[in-house]
């Protein structure tokens, strides 16, 4: 017995000679592997947001469009992530850069693990791509229904190099902004500001759907052609977001990502019920798209001010979001903008307004704590930190909307942006891809259009 | 126009020889009727527009009466009365009414009568409905017409439904119901329908549980105001920004007064005239009375104003005001009548929730 257990050991010690030596890990390496393990699981839950855009683009527009518009998701993100490991990432975060770009690190080849402790670059990476990935799919909200597969194809190249990483430097990468003490946690700027100003571009340059309105300029309603799946993507972007809002404090650190989250989920909460009420008061119904946007908007507003502010203030963020969100809505289908995904108002308007919050809202004592920036004009009585924050929104914004204009513009210039009203009739599905999303259902109707 | 013009148009519909003679009068009718909207009194242009209508119904069964005589299948065997329910039950068609109409006729005397009688009102029913088509007067979509037997039979099987429809408290049940309260005699037997309205009432006052349901469905229509007091326009499509008088205003407040008018047993079935009963009955106060008078006279003129004259001379009307013809004066009248048509489902929710 004793002579079988000291084979066994000593063939132990054979496969695996590090356990002779091995110690006990360092405080430092242990509370790297955990910031590295949270990071990177707040990674996971950035990049399965994607699977809530799927659902949220898919559910809010027609069937014959479905396989289009969830397939295509799939591509932008492969590419995306290409042209980000490429390019991307060396603007944003690139250590040879200056206050308005960062440079270097193209074709990103990272340490293999972490160095002297730090996070991972690696993981850093995984993380940061998922966030350029969300800010791309929020733009595709704009263009939904319409476009060219080829224009996904461009535009992702254009956006992930040219316009997010830009704003991304200014902000988190030791750009101007964040010089200045510019606050936005998790990105309602940085993230969605950007995309729904692309997309406002793209729907701009696009013109609206075909049958969107009316020759007298009233609007016809384009009901989403499943409600269901736009309703469980926004349960998969409220649960995706806590890697978002959550994961950015980028470390264990005291637990704070637990306050972070518990924001998250009261801004959130806000938004969703003060927009179904909002509906309800008005319209004399309670509209279920609208209480599905109120949630999102609160999300977004509170993603800013996640880390900088109250648990009461968080409550009043997401029900100001859930109302702005109902009116803006209204607002952009009166100036006859045709905004199928509804990102103009639930990415830009909550944006603005998650963003401008910190200015009101921050407390000196978390601002502190984050070290960004100052607390807001209710805690300290200053209006520094709001102009701050509307200065950052206001020069950000003006980027993001005039570079996307001219590259849209070129791109309508040289290679066209829309298919043709056949194809746009047809259906995305069949004239991009050659294949519905919904076969037995559409089979007979294309066969009618074809005759 | 003149009376003694008036008094002759109402004397060639009663001349006219076939359904083309009547959609002639019918359309200058149109004319002459859109023409006077603008300085004419709601009532007394609802009366006289009511007036041509019943004439044509009258009309058109009298022809069919003819129609089948001359088809060899003699005169009607039996007293009958032809019904209409609606707007006409309730003397409130606007110009572009479709048709909801019953009939009922004296039991007959025995087996072989009763065939006789099925057969001959069933022929009466459809011709007369074909005659008003022809007249320009649209089928009811749910088929409520004296063509259908479900509402064309003897007074004894009338009856026999009521019955049912009294035990079933179903929605349906509870829908048919309400249709026969607005029930008014047109032509023939006026002792017939007032025989089976006495069945209608007797039975209603034994049956709060349909008095419950009758209520369900009276307040099913919600009135155009939102919380904040704002009109509650379409949102999209080609009405975008326009107001949906017929369900939003004129059905909500037709609803609640037919419903006090039940619950006082009033057999009266315009809704104006239910409301001056109701304050002779002391359910409601002079004040209330002129009030809602006034609120339901505005509707009234307003459900007339959707009426459209399209590119052929045709008339359409769906039911909803476009914003442009509403000046900012009626605007505000609107909103205060509808903030009455509210008040006033409150009250009646409350009053009949009270009583059972």
Known sequence: MVKKSLISLV???VL??????AEDPSAGTLNMGLNALWVMLAAILVLLMQGGFILLETGSTRMKNAGHVAGKTIFTVGLCSLIYWAVGYGIAFGGEGNSFIGWGDFFLNPAKASVDNGLPTTIFFMFQLAFAAVSLSIAWGGFAERAKLSVYLIFTVLFTALIYPVISHWIWGGGFLAKDGAQDFAGSTVVHLTGALAAFAGTVLLKPRIGKFNKDGSANEILGHNQVFTALSVLILWVGWFGFNAGSTVAIGDGFFGYVAFNTQLGAAGGAVAALLISWAVMGKADIGTTLNGALAGLVAITASCAFVDPWAAVVIGLVAGVLVFFSARFFEKIKVDDPIFAMSVHGAAGIWGTLANGIFATQELADKVAVG???????????????????????GAYVLVVSFVLLGIMKFVMGLRVTEEQEIAGLDL???GNYGYPEQLKKASQNIQA | MTDLGWQQLLQSISNADNAAGLRRIRESVHDIMISRLPQQQTEPFYGELNDVHDAMVRRCIWLAQKELARLGKGNPPVPFAYLLFGSGGRMEQTLLSDQDSGMIYADPQNEADAVHCRDYFELLGKET???????????????????NPDWCSSASVWKARLGEWFREPAWEAVRYLLIVADSRCVYGSAELHADMMSHFYGDI?????????????TMKHKVLLNVFGQLLKEQYGADAGSLDIKYGAY????????????????RETSTLGRIRLLEQAGVVTAEDAREWMQTFRLFMRLRMMTTEKLEGGQFSTNGKLSARKLSKEMAEELKSGLKLGKKLQRRVYRHTMGRL
């Open chain 1, 11 to 13: 063939a132990l010690l």
């Open chain 1, 16 to 21: 695996f000679p590090a356990m002779a030596f």
């Open chain 1, 374 to 396: 100052r607390g807001g004009l209710i805690d300290t009585g200053s209006w520094h930190q709001l102009w701050v924050q509307l200065e950052s929104v206001v020069i950000c």
């Open chain 1, 431 to 433: 004239s991009e891809h």
């Open chain 2, 129 to 147: 409905v074909q005659l008003l088509l022809m007249a320009g007067y649209p089928l009811c979509e749910g088929n409520v017409l004296s063509s």
């Open chain 2, 205 to 217: 006052l034994s049956s709060p549980l349909i008095v419950r349901r009758m209520l369900d469905n």
């Open chain 2, 251 to 266: 059905i909500p407040m037709v609803n609640a007064v037919r419903m006090l008018a039940i619950e006082a047993n009033l």
